[in-house]
C-alpha cells in the first residue's frame, strides 16, 4: 500500500481522492455562490431602475443617491441570493432526514 504525505499528514490513495473531491465540491458551491450572487444583483439593480426616485432626491445630490440606491440594490440582491442558495441546500440535505 502506498502513503503520500499531503499538508503534512500522512495519508493513504482514497482518503486523498476523497479530499480532493470534498475540496472540488467546496469550490463548486463558491463558483455557484458567486454566480448566484452576481446575477441577483444585476436583476435587482435592472428592477430599482424602473422605480422613479426623483420625487425623493434633494437637487444637487444625484451623486449620492445613484450611490445609496447601489448599495440599496446589493443588499437586495444578495439576501436574495443567500434565501436561494439556503434553499437549495436544504433541499439537497433532505436526503438526510429518512
Known sequence: MTFYIMNGIVMGRKAIRDKVVFMFS????????????????????????????????RKGRGKEAKILLLLITIV?????????????Q????????F
Request: avoid cysteine.
Open 26 to 57: 467546496i469550490g463548486q458551491l463558491a463558483m455557484m455562490g458567486i454566480i448566484s450572487h452576481i446575477v441577483f444583483i444585476y436583476i435587482t439593480w435592472r428592477l430599482v431602475q424602473v422605480i422613479n426616485f426623483d420625487p425623493l432626491i
Open 76 to 88: 437586495i440582491g444578495s439576501g436574495v441570493s443567500r434565501f436561494f442558495l439556503e434553499f437549495l
Open 90 to 97: 436544504w433541499s439537497q440535505d433532505l436526503i438526510y432526514l
